[in-house]
Protein backbone atom coordinates (compact mmCIF):
# COMPACT_ATOMS: atom_id res chain seq x y z
CA UNK A 1 0.00 0.00 0.00
CA UNK A 2 1.59 3.08 -0.95
CA UNK A 3 1.89 6.19 0.94
CA UNK A 4 -0.59 8.77 0.13
CA UNK A 5 -2.64 11.52 2.26
CA UNK A 6 -4.39 10.84 5.23
CA UNK A 7 -2.59 7.46 5.89
CA UNK A 8 -0.50 6.65 8.94
CA UNK A 9 3.03 6.36 8.35
CA UNK A 10 5.59 4.52 10.45
CA UNK A 11 9.25 4.98 9.99
CA UNK A 12 13.00 5.05 10.54
CA UNK A 13 15.49 7.43 10.24
CA UNK A 14 19.36 8.64 10.15
CA UNK A 15 20.46 11.97 9.77
CA UNK A 16 23.79 12.82 8.46
CA UNK A 17 26.54 15.80 8.07
CA UNK A 18 28.21 16.51 5.08
CA UNK A 19 31.38 14.38 5.99
CA UNK A 20 28.69 11.52 5.76
CA UNK A 21 28.74 11.38 10.14
CA UNK A 22 25.66 9.95 11.65
CA UNK A 23 24.19 13.33 14.00
CA UNK A 24 21.00 11.50 15.10
CA UNK A 25 18.76 8.27 14.03
CA UNK A 26 16.09 6.29 15.95
CA UNK A 27 16.85 2.78 14.79
CA UNK A 28 17.19 2.11 18.65
CA UNK A 29 14.15 3.24 19.64
CA UNK A 30 10.11 3.14 18.33
CA UNK A 31 10.15 4.27 14.71
CA UNK A 32 8.33 8.17 14.37
CA UNK A 33 4.59 8.08 13.62
CA UNK A 34 2.97 10.73 11.42
CA UNK A 35 -0.34 11.24 9.55
CA UNK A 36 0.69 11.66 5.56
CA UNK A 37 -0.05 14.78 4.11
CA UNK A 38 -0.73 17.14 7.15
CA UNK A 39 2.00 18.82 7.80
CA UNK A 40 3.70 16.71 10.50
CA UNK A 41 6.60 16.33 9.47
CA UNK A 42 9.48 18.82 7.05
CA UNK A 43 8.06 19.20 3.58
CA UNK A 44 10.86 18.17 2.01
CA UNK A 45 10.61 14.41 4.05
CA UNK A 46 7.13 14.53 3.70
CA UNK A 47 7.97 15.01 -0.63
CA UNK A 48 10.22 12.20 -0.24
CA UNK A 49 7.70 9.48 1.10
CA UNK A 50 4.77 10.35 -1.05
CA UNK A 51 4.36 6.93 -2.93
CA UNK A 52 6.68 4.64 -1.03
CA UNK A 53 6.11 1.48 -0.11
CA UNK A 54 5.88 -0.41 3.74
CA UNK A 55 9.82 -1.86 3.91
CA UNK A 56 11.62 0.27 1.37
CA UNK A 57 14.46 2.48 2.11
CA UNK A 58 16.28 5.57 0.60
CA UNK A 59 17.85 8.39 1.23
CA UNK A 60 17.11 12.35 0.92
CA UNK A 61 18.91 15.74 0.68
CA UNK A 62 16.63 17.81 2.15
CA UNK A 63 17.07 21.60 1.72
CA UNK A 64 16.50 24.79 3.44
CA UNK A 65 13.34 25.39 1.84
CA UNK A 66 11.86 22.41 2.17
CA UNK A 67 12.80 22.37 5.83
CA UNK A 68 13.39 24.70 8.92
CA UNK A 69 14.63 27.37 6.57
CA UNK A 70 18.11 29.02 5.99
CA UNK A 71 20.65 29.08 8.87
CA UNK A 72 20.22 32.63 10.60
CA UNK A 73 23.99 32.80 12.25
CA UNK A 74 22.10 35.06 14.93
CA UNK A 75 19.43 32.32 16.09
CA UNK A 76 22.07 29.56 17.22
CA UNK A 77 21.05 28.12 20.62
CA UNK A 78 23.09 25.59 22.53
Known sequence: MPIEKNKVVLFHYSV???Q???VEN????????YL???????Q???EALEGREAG???SVTVTPE???????ADAVQR
Do not use: Q, T
Open 36 to 42: HGHGGII
Open 26 to 33: SHDGAPNA
Open 56 to 58: ESF
Open 16 to 18: SDE
Open 66 to 72: KAYGPRK
Open 44 to 46: GLE
Open 20 to 22: GNV
